[in-house]
């Protein structure tokens, strides 16, 4: 037993001094291989964008450029200073003109910066037949300019981003301009009300919102080479116990100087998807795309899961099959697949290095294809990572074509199964014979997404054990026998739960979980296998939304109410002597804020506006609650 401290110390001294080996083998071969110069790009409103360009110094052939444009600093500032990673270093050695991009309105970039800029269609996307500005504009002479100015390229233009700078990706593709062959959308930013960072379903991210916009929100006076710090001030290590003595949301404005940041009273002030929220959203106008896509994105990405998703499946629905249009997901956190190897989070270990496999096998492939013509384009629509079996599939659609919908239901003594709990003998017409579970939702006492004290919100928590919340009296918990074969579950999960109230809102957190075996052997850092409670996929649904987003409606109290919605997709595979596991709470905090549970403006809401109610999930005549999964046929 004393050696394996030992053994422990050395391995990760060994995978530090090979990370840091890297590094300094990837920074020295940018600084010894390109020839960096910056320019201000003027857009067409006079506007000029501060762009760093790396060249090549072998300039016996022209090359592709790869573009990416940036909220958060195209940085290092000045020529003499080098960035040390081009995020794909394949792609680096491989010969490509690299332009870095502050946006409009930040950093060093001129303008005024504008969050999610809404796009503004236009027949003729050319600066003579487009006035307005917006994200697709700039992209569009930003690349217009490199044509004429980046000496030694070869016409074609790539651009890639990963989540914001994934938005301004998406925004390439409908730029319009015709030298833009190839884009890659990574965990891009895409409906920040209905999936992405800082709403799930209506139901506000407090702990994404507050950290981010307390430092990324702050006005920018002028350009600049140096951001913002965000809030500090937490004197306290628990972010749980900070975030419940802050109150509610109206508190921040004062307490912690949000007031001061324009976006976040924007937030405030748009607490439905109105008109606001759906200009920001670039789904409706993935059409008539020109360049190829492919969309990539982590199955375990706490900030942007659903942008990735979505889409995809917006590119495909809304153009002709015949465009090569492409989603890649893996086991990874927010951007994974472009640092660290991808085996392994938190405690589930998925024994293959998926990172370094994507860079090279996938998106290298990609763009040499559509950017230099080399290689087959042998890529298949879907090539998306399986955890629980723990291997790459790939599909030639998503969801896939051979799945069924199947119907989990909640059944008696917490168990789950296909089979309807539902018998003739009960009433359809009182609640008071109607089979159900209750717990009381106390917003004095919300569930925590995790069991650990720490403050900044974690990455792990997406395939966190579960155990501790399955123990708390506030959370329901069903569970399928232990399954005799393997269980595959391909694409979006919806869950369909039939609810009363004791008020009149609510929010509903479901969790699809895989349970190891009792008797698995061994630990993860420190934390015992056996019966592991394995988080596959979790999502908040704030309930008053349950028929629309625009126009939210209270619930009758004590009146039984559907609250269906979608959980963003899975690929997993919950092997045999494993369980199926459902878990059901109406709290999640501090990762989403507390809902008052009484139908009120929340962002106004007072602290004296939280009150309890009492939950009850309902298995009747009235309504049978339940998981529907998309099971992959044999």
């Known amino acids: 037993m004393k050696l394996f401290p030992t053994l422990f110390l050395v391995l990760f001294s060994a995978f530090l001094l090979s990370a840091q080996t890297q590094f300094q ?4 071969f940018i600084r010894d291989h390109f020839t960096k110069r910056e320019v201000m790009i003027p857009m ?4 000029q964008l501060f762009t760093s360009i790396y060249t090549p110094k072998d300039q016996s052939k022209p090359y592709p450029i790869i573009l990416r444009r940036t909220p958060y600093s195209c940085g290092p500032y000045g020529t003499g200073s080098f960035q040390t990673s081009f995020q794909n270093m394949n792609l680096a050695r491989a010969g490509y003109i690299f332009v870095f991009q502050d946006v409009r309105g930040r950093y060093m970039s001129e303008g005024e910066f504008v969050d999610v800029r809404p796009f503004v269609p236009a027949t003729d996307p050319s600066p003579k037949g487009k006035k307005q500005t917006d994200e697709s504009s700039d992209t569009y002479d930003t690349v217009d300019w490199l044509l004429k100015n980046a000496g030694n390229n070869n016409g074609r233009v790539g651009v890639m981003g990963i989540s914001y700078p994934g938005f301004y990706a998406t925004m390439a593709i409908v730029a319009g301009h015709p030298a833009i062959k190839a884009v890659s959308p990574q965990a891009p930013v895409t409906d920040w009300f209905i999936g992405d960072d800082f709403h799930h379903n209506g139901a506000f991210m407090l702990m994404d919102g507050f950290g981010f916009y307390s430092g990324f929100g702050k006005p920018r006076p002028k350009p ?16 749980y116990d900070f975030f419940l003595r802050a109150g509610a949301l109206r508190n921040f404005a ?4 949000m007031g001061k940041i324009p976006f ?6 748009h607490p439905n998807y109105d008109s606001w929220w759906k200009a920001r959203n670039p789904r409706p106008h993935l059409k008539n795309v020109m360049p190829a896509v492919m969309t990539v994105g982590g199955l375990f990405d706490a900030e942007d899961c659903w942008g990735a998703w979505n889409t995809y499946k917006a590119l495909e629905k809304q153009n002709p099959s015949t465009h090569p249009n492409s989603i890649v997901m893996g086991p990874w956190v927010h951007g994974g697949w472009a640092r660290g190897t991808g085996e392994r989070l938190g405690n589930v270990v998925f024994g293959a290095k998926t990172s370094p496999f994507y860079e090279q096998e996938i998106e290298f492939k990609f763009f040499e294809h559509h950017l230099k013509g080399k290689g087959k384009m042998d890529l298949p629509e879907a090539y998306v990572f399986e955890t629980g079996s723990n291997q790459w599939t790939t599909y030639d659609a998503w969801p896939p074509k051979n799945t069924e919908q199947k119907k989990f239901y909640f059944q008696p003594q917490g168990k789950l199964s296909v089979q309807s709990p539902i018998t003739n003998s009960q009433s359809p017409t009182t609640n008071s014979k109607s089979p159900f579970e209750q717990y009381i939702s106390d917003p004095a006492k919300p569930v925590p997404y995790t069991e650990d004290v720490h403050l900044g919100r974690t990455r792990e928590y997406m395939s966190d054990d579960q155990r501790f919340a399955a123990r708390r009296p506030d959370v329901l918990v069903y569970q399928t026998e232990v399954l005799s074969e393997p269980l595959t579950v391909t694409g979006p999960v919806v869950a369909d739960i039939w609810a009363s109230l004791s008020t009149t809102d609510a929010d509903f957190v479901v969790k699809l979980i895989d349970v190891f075996p009792d008797t698995l052997k061994g630990t993860e850092n420190g934390v015992p296998m056996g019966g592991y409670q394995m988080l596959v996929r979790g999502e908040i649904f704030r309930g008053r939304y349950r028929e629309s987003f625009e126009n939210p409606k209270a619930f009758e109290p004590n009146v039984v109410t559907n609250v269906k ?16 596991m459902v878990q059901v709470q109406s709290s999640w905090f501090p990762l989403a804020d507390r809902n008052p549970q009484q139908f009120v403006n929340i962002y106004e809401a007072k602290d004296e506006d939280f009150v309890p109610s009492t939950v009850q999930i309902h ?3 009235l309504g049978s609650s339940g998981v529907i999964l998309p099971v992959l046929k044999k």
């Open 25 to 28: 083998l990837d920074s020295a």
């Open 44 to 47: 067409r409103d006079g506007v």
């Open 224 to 239: 600049t080479t140096e951001g913002q710090p965000g809030f500090s001030n937490w004197n306290t290590p628990d972010n």
């Open 254 to 257: 004062t307490k912690f100087d």
């Open 264 to 269: 976040w009273n924007d937030l405030m002030a």
């Open 565 to 580: 919605f979608e959980l963003p997709d899975v690929a997993h595979t919950f092997l045999p002597g494993h369980k199926l």
């Open 619 to 621: 298995r009747s005549l």
